[in-house]
Antibody
Framework: EMQLVESGGGLVQPGGSLRLSCEAS????????MSWVRQAPAKGLEWVAN????????YYVDSVKGRFTISRDNSKNSVFLQMNSLRAEDTAIYYC??????????????????WGKGTTVTVSS | EIVMTQSPSTLSMSPGEGATLSCRSS??????LAWYQQRPGQAPRLLIH???TRVNDIPARFSGSGSGTEFTLTISSLQSEDFAVYFC?????????FGQGTKVDI
């Protein structure tokens, strides 16, 4: 069974830092882009960041650029999200997600096919 | 960024009834549209990608349709486990964006 298990969430003061981890089992992340998606309390879903298979290409939603860093260790089948300068609006459940692609006319398009259960980040004084 | 708008926000249904959920994109997303289900207290799970392709283990009562900017998720006969929130998502362009969700409740 394919699984993603997140850890590292918790309560942190504004301006603080957290490092989220995501360990995959049942598949090898080597083959996939991986993403983090968050969901603020009683809100919808927001893609946060993703990282290419070899870790060289990374993309972020504008609101976290310069504060969050996504990384991966394929040897440990794991993905990470370093979150610095945290703000109250970063409070959310953070989901680790596997990206899956379809190829159309030679172009790749990525949807999200495996989700972890999430880890909760609360930013409050 | 492409804005995804779902309607209605809440759909009150009875078991056995059929439900139709709508999703509209602010720009053409071609066929790059997915649907996710989120049961209370659980993570989202993928139901459908590429407008109408059901993933493994998703029952045939779920079907997707549409093209361009207008899409529909149809649940032919609601079962108790289908009462949940449903999100659409476009993955035609970056950033990938989600609708705000439709809650299907009893």
């Amino acid at each position: 069974e394919m699984q993603l298990v997140e850890s590292g969430g918790g309560l942190v003061q504004p301006g603080g830092s957290l490092r989220l981890s995501c360990e995959a089992s049942g598949f090898n992340i080597y083959w996939n882009w991986m993403s983090w998606v968050r969901q603020a309390p009683a809100k919808g879903l927001e893609w946060v960041a993703n990282i290419k298979q070899d870790g060289r290409d990374k993309y972020y939603v504008d609101s976290v650029k310069g504060r969050f860093t996504i990384s991966r260790d394929n040897s440990k089948n794991s993905v990470f999200l370093q979150m610095n300068s945290l703000r109250a609006e970063d409070t959310a459940i953070y989901y680790c997600v596997r990206d899956q692609h379809v190829v159309v006319d030679g172009n790749f398009y990525y949807y999200m096919d495996v989700w972890g259960k999430g880890t909760t980040v609360t930013v409050s004084s | 960024e492409i804005v995804m708008t779902q309607s209605p926000s809440t759909l009150s249904m009875s078991p056995g009834e059929g439900a139709t959920l709508s999703c509209r994109s602010s720009q053409n997303v071609n066929s790059h549209l997915a649907w996710y289900q989120q049961r209370p207290g659980q993570a989202p799970r993928l139901l459908i990608h590429s407008v109408s392709t059901r993933v493994n283990d998703i029952p045939a009562r779920f079907s997707g349709s549409g093209s361009g900017t207008e899409f529909t998720l149809t649940i032919s006969s609601l079962q108790s486990e289908d009462f949940a929130v449903y999100f659409c998502q476009q993955y035609n362009v970056w950033p990938r964006t989600f609708g705000q969700g439709t809650k299907v409740d009893i």
